[in-house]
């Protein structure tokens, strides 16, 4: 293996110099490493970030998002859209036409049956698919001819690329799958492990959670590439190992998500055998107001429910003045540095839905005071905490388990006491914090606390559904097992009509306009949701590793069949 | 000695089963959703259809008597089949078909059988776990040994200055700390450990021998450290005993005493500790493999305990029980055999 | 021969006493005595006391507020650095330096050593009362092994940290009405490490009480009629005390580093509470540039178990009467 990689590295280094990568195979091997390991090769069975990105280096979907967000066509000829025919006006249906000539990794053709073969396989009630979510509001997905797909939807759709269009809704091959559909998927570990795609690698040894042995495809569209002949997928350990593997010892190429402080960062990039990259997406570091009362001595079921208010955080000025005692830059400089950017922002990103809101980004504790003062809260009883009719401004702060996070927690917390408001930290194991189990009082949907920070983003490039969580009705209740996507128990008419609105607008223009006041209500207007930094993600590569481009939109080895070595 | 083994045998299978039953309730009330690495973007409807995809719907006595059921009878019978098929050891048995596509333990994060995971992760655990406890119980019993037999000499105090150090920093500090000298400043070793590395010839042992160093020592540190005091306790005791005066009076070398006698007496309850940690091996060491990545059995539960992978923890607490209560009666019989004095009937 | 008188006088002169009898010396001073004439003993035991009365007294002599912030003065060294590097950063009103949000490292290792101390000692306590208890019945009482070891089978099997999340869901909200939210944790904490480390300390002793019980003094106690309390605790208790005191030793070490464990996978103390544990795994990525961050807490822990080590190498040798003396 190793004699026959480097003979076909001499090969191209002689032979064929000037286009050194322009040989499928030419430059050896390839070495990623995940700190969180991959578990599964199928999106549709496992929701996680990690699964998905190993798996977008084997499947593929009909069209993906680029580094900017813009859509680019994959397996399909072109992206539709209402201008080239591709997307009915009426907005109800979808054209997709896949590229001529596309062969599955066994050599066999890729036709519009695995497209419709693969929508059947997500939407069958008893598989349990993850990405159940993107092919929501479809009535039917229909082969037209042997390279024609059409989508169509119930109801008007403006953003029609849910289904097929991005990492998380790749096609697999219905050959391999035809017997794993509903129930039966969990059984088909196999085809799970190793499946057929059309991307430019192909799987020859996995090991669930520990380490993916992949080569490069024989069959892949562009017979120049992919330049490496394999790759080495490891998992496992902590961010700081799998920096240093890449930063200081130059072990391996491309290390994923590097979420590490600022200093710790630089000093390992300063060993010069890789550079960390870093790209924004829509990630939010956000504090989230209670509007519900979480005491303990209320009665379970009243307890972080709407038909209990919160004592304070129920006034518009407290929320404000929380907000103006904190110093977003500083915490970007402590937490994120280069990775992270202060924000007022839910919806930080696409330009054309960010709103231009930079009104907290200056820090103002005596502006706060005064708000507190005017408000009626003033230290009645001097013991540094202020009070009104009896009711303490102390505060409960939970989060998730996580070195920034913690630190950000203790600088808030001295911020908060400068304006007079005690606070009582929390930290929980993120597998709970985010895990959805009713009996445990810790979630973050069962919010038992006064405020809580943590991130959240939307996929692709549209915020339409991402903002309608927060519609009256939608918060997590005792009657819906503490499941809903409302954490703050907001709720306004005003904000539910224009979601309503949204939701039948096509024009983009306009649905920019809306989308950027629905955010405007979030965050300026009524303080509910506290946006602290607009987090980017630093992953980092080796010097000698060239085509890397860094991609928030889309899994990030998106492009991994660009990737080459970079020669001395 | 033999009715012994025989009752605690007999008696083993409740108590397993009461181990097993207890492990179970415990994670059911354990707060934690499989869905919990999910991203925040999926809906709750779509987890909730997942979950019930994995059968988290059933009332918890259903899920406990099928998961009992895959893991005392479907799984034994594919390893029987294995055994006659494939095996080299029994493999001129008639082949057996017993499995017949039954569901098998199912892990939720891979959605495959659970046992084969855990086949894939036994090479490394031995490599690098059992042969840190075997290094260190080997360092461990002569300097116990010899520091008792010299107290308060200079080794005996440089062998306890060491090893309470090595015992009382954590190997989550002695791992970087490791990596950062060898691998990072001197670039002698690899910082990560590659299982797919397979040991055929000289150089390639080589290899295996460079990236499991590091491991190894981390964790034979804890272990010397902890069996080496107990050692070291135990032949004080024993070094005073009239019967260690008789022994010399009676002109018997050194040696003899020292060996013979004093140290079959003292291995006594050292001999508990060590076949205590025997079945930690299979827990494996999850800090350690961690650091450097050997993913292995411990950082198979680590991972699998964080997603809330319920049949692969109960599975992986379920052997590692099994292994405990083996080697319980493995100690009790050495006790026996060691000292004839107990008698347990 | 011609004065045997005088000689039996002086004989007898010899043999009475000059002045009085001393009085009798209690055992606890001979206890005492030895231990005084074991050198690591008294180092142990006094660098312990010096670390208690540290951590005790400490803060109220180094008043500065460990979760005080103060970025500006964030990353500082500590001043004996500035012997070597002219360049460094450093601050007399800072003698350990500070870490990266700016918080003080002497005021952090005094609240962080009160803890840790606390923790520790409670935890060690406790697992090593339970496993005195267990072991000691289990092996005394023939009835009772059985369910005993069974028992014990069953919590070395028990995974810790979905026991701990278990704990942590039932227990915090009452702990924390009865003791507040740090006393809360702390019962917690120590309830937890103390009941998931007990057993080894189980075996061992029961170990040794199998082999003991079958010797002859054991035999003779019973054979006048000793109850079993009292052979309990004046004959066999002594002479298991050497596995004992290693287990308390090493239980020391392990409840301290469990302690940060647990912090660190966010069961433990809420993060504005300093221990040393959690100050040593918060420093292991920057301890490259910042060696000092590990190597202050990471000593402490060091010496303290070596002191307690030390210290009950000591007692050991001292409560063993066939020791006495050498």
């Known amino acids: 293996m190793k004699l026959k990689s480097l003979l076909l590295g001499a090969v191209a280094a002689s032979a064929m110099a000037p286009a050194a990568m322009a040989e499928r195979g030419a430059d050896g091997q390839v070495n990623i490493i995940y700190w969180q390991a991959p578990s599964i090769m199928n999106p549709y069975l496992s929701g996680g970030t990690k699964d998905i990105e190993a798996a977008s280096l084997v499947i593929e979907p009909l069209g993906r998002y680029d580094p900017t967000g813009a859509l680019v066509p994959y397996l399909a000829e072109e992206i539709p859209t209402v201008e080239n025919g591709g997307v009915a006006a009426d907005l109800t249906s979808i054209t997709w036409k896949i590229k001529e000539g596309m062969k599955w990794s066994d050599g066999s053709a890729l036709t519009a049956a695995d497209v419709v073969f693969t929508a059947e396989y997500c939407m069958s009630p008893e598989g349990g698919c993850a990405q159940r979510a993107k092919f929501d509001g479809v009535t039917s997905v229909e082969a037209l001819d042997d390279l024609t797909v059409k989508v169509t939807f119930g109801q008007p759709t403006p953003n029609p690329y849910g289904p097929f269009m991005g990492g998380q809704s790749p096609i697999i091959q219905k050959a391999q799958f035809e017997n794993c559909v509903g129930a039966a998927a969990s059984s088909c570990t196999d085809q799970n492990f190793y499946p057929i795609g059309t991307g430019p690698f192909v799987v020859t040894d996995f090991r669930p959670n520990d380490v993916i042995s992949l080569e490069a495809n024989q069959n892949y569209r562009d017979p120049a590439k992919p330049a490496f002949a394999t790759v080495n997928f490891k998992g496992g350990g902590d961010a700081t190992a799998s920096g240093r593997a890449v930063l200081e010892t130059g072990e391996y190429d491309y290390a994923w998500n590097l979420q590490l402080a600022p200093d710790v960062l630089a000093q390992m990039a300063a060993a010069g055998k890789g550079e960390p990259i870093a790209a924004f997406g829509t990630l939010v570091e956000r504090i989230e107001m209670n509007l519900t009362n979480p005491s303990p001595d209320l009665p379970e079921g009243e307890r972080s429910t709407v038909a209990a208010p919160h004592p304070f955080l129920s006034e518009e000025p407290v929320r404000r003045a929380l907000s103006m005692a904190i110093d977003r830059e500083l915490l970007v400089e402590v937490g994120y540095g280069q990775a992270g950017r202060a924000t007022c922002n839910l919806v930080p990103a696409p330009a054309l839905y960010a709103s231009d809101n930079t009104d907290c980004l200056t820090q103002d504790i005596e502006g706060a005071k005064a708000l507190l003062e005017g408000a009626g809260w003033t230290d009645t009883d001097g013991d540094g905490i202020r009070d009104k009719d009896g009711v303490k401004l102390s505060l409960l702060y939970q989060t998730s388990t996580n070195a920034v996070r913690q630190d950000f927690q203790a600088l808030i917390k001295q911020w908060w006491s400068e304006i007079g408001v005690e606070t009582e930290l929390r930290n929980i194991d993120a597998s709970v914090f985010f895990g959805g189990d009713p009996g445990s009082p810790d979630t973050f949907q069962k919010f038992y606390a006064d405020v809580e920070m943590y991130a959240n983003n939307f996929d692709g490039t549209d915020p339409q559904s991402y903002l309608s969580m927060y519609r009256c009705g939608n918060e997590p209740k005792p009657s819906s097992q503490w499941q809903g996507e409302n954490i703050n128990r907001f709720c306004s008419e005003e904000y539910d009509a224009l979601l309503d609105e949204l939701a039948r607008t096509g024009e983009l223009e306009k649905r920019g306009e809306i989308a950027k006041k629905l955010n405007d209500m979030l965050t300026k207007e009524t303080m509910t949701i506290v946006p602290l930094v607009d987090r980017g993600r630093v992953s980092a590569r080796a010097m000698t590793l060239g085509g890397v481009q860094l991609n928030t939109w889309d899994s990030e080895l998106w492009n991994a069949a660009d990737w080459y070595r970079i020669k001395e | ?345 | ?326």
Do not use: C
């Not at chain 3, 005993?148 to 227990?171: G, H, K």
């Open chain 2, 1 to 345: 000695m033999l009715t012994f083994t025989i009752r605690r045998l007999v008696l083993a299978v409740p108590t397993l089963l009461f181990i097993s039953f207890a492990i179970f309730m415990l994670l059911q009330l354990a707060p934690g959703d499989p869905m919990a690495q999910v991203p925040l973007t999926v809906p709750p409807e779509v987890k909730q259809q997942m979950r019930e995809a994995l059968g988290l719907g059933q009332p918890p006595l259903v899920q406990y008597w099928k998961w009992l059921v895959q893991v005392l009878w479907i799984e034994p019978k594919i390893l029987i089949d294995w055994l006659t098929q494939d095996s080299w050891l029994l493999g001129w048995l008639p082949d057996t078909n017993l499995y017949q596509n039954e569901l098998r333990v199912i892990s939720w994060q891979t959605r495959s059988p659970v046992m084969d995971i855990v086949i894939q992760r036994i090479p490394q655990t031995l490599w690098v776990v059992a042969l840190a406890y075997v290094v260190g119980v080997l360092i461990a019993i002569p300097i116990g040994v010899y520091s008792a037999y010299r107290q308060y000499s200079v080794f005996d105090q440089a062998g306890t200055f060491v090893t309470m150090i090595g015992f009382s920093i954590p190997p989550f500090f002695t791992g970087p700390l490791l990596i950062v000298i060898f691998s990072v400043q001197l670039g002698w070793l690899p910082s990560i450990y590659d299982t797919t590395h397979v040991v055929n010839d000289w150089a390639s042992f080589k290899i295996q021998l460079q990236q499991m160093i590091m491991p190894v020592m981390v964790l034979a540190l804890q272990t010397t450290a902890q069996i080496s005091r107990y050692m070291r306790a135990s032949m004080l005791d024993n070094l005073n005993m009239d019967y260690v005066r008789t022994a010399r009076a009676k002109g018997m070398s050194e040696a003899v005493v020292v060996t013979v006698h004093v140290l079959r007496n003292s291995m006594i309850p050292v001999i508990t500790v060590i076949a205590l940690g025997v079945p930690s091996i299979f827990g494996g060491a999850i800090i350690t493999e961690n650091v450097f990545k050997v993913n292995g059995i411990g950082q198979l539960l680590i991972t699998a305990l964080f997603a809330n992978d319920l049949p692969m923890v109960m599975t992986l607490t379920f052997i590692f029980a099994f292994l405990i209560v083996a080697f319980n009666l493995i100690a009790d019989i050495l006790y026996g055999v060691l000292d004839p004095r107990i008698r347990y009937d």
């Open chain 3, 1 to 326: 021969m011609t004065e045997p008188a005088t000689t039996d006088a002086q004989a007898i002169a010899a043999l009475q006493d000059k002045g009085p009898l001393a009085p009798p010396r209690s055992q606890w001073l001979d206890i005492w005595d030895q231990l005084k004439r074991h050198k690591g003993a008294m180092i142990g035991g006094f660098f312990l006391i010096f670390i208690t009365l540290a951590v005790l007294v400490g803060p109220y002599i180094w008043t500065l507020d460990p979760q005080k912030l103060d970025i500006r003065n964030k990353d500082l060294r500590p001043i004996y650095t500035a012997i070597w590097d002219g360049t460094a950063k450093t601050a007399w009103g800072h003698p350990f330096g500070t870490d990266n949000l700016g918080r003080d490292q002497l005021a952090q290792m005094l609240a962080g050593g009160r803890a840790s101390m606390a923790v520790g000692w409670a935890a060690m306590l406790l697992s090593l009362l339970i496993g005195t208890a267990v072991g000691v019945a289990a092996g005394y009482f023939r009835r009772l092994d059985g369910p005993l070891m069974r028992l014990t089978d069953l919590f070395l099997s028990l995974p810790i940290l979905p026991l701990l999340l278990v704990a942590v869901t039932l227990f915090r909200q009452p702990l924390r009405a009865n003791f507040g939210p740090e006393g809360g944790m702390f019962v917690l904490i120590v309830t937890i490490i103390g009941i998931t480390s007990w057993m080894p300390t189980a075996r061992i002793v029961r170990g040794d009480i199998l082999t003991l019980k079958e010797r002859e003094f054991i035999l003779a106690a019973r054979s006048i009629g000793t109850t079993s309390w009292k052979t309990i605790t004046r004959h066999l208790l002594p002479n298991v005390l050497s596995p004992i005191m290693v287990s308390a030793t090493l239980g020391l070490a392990t409840a301290i580093i469990t302690e940060s464990a647990l912090s660190f996978l966010g069961v433990g103390f809420p993060s504005d509470f300093p221990t040393w544990g959690k100050m040593l795994a918060d420093a292991v990525p920057r301890m490259v540039d910042f060696p000092e961050r590990v190597i202050l807490p990471g000593t402490a822990i060091s010496l303290t178990v070596l002191a307690v080590n030390y210290l009950g190498d000591g007692l050991r040798d001292a409560l063993d009467p066939r020791m006495r003396g050498r």
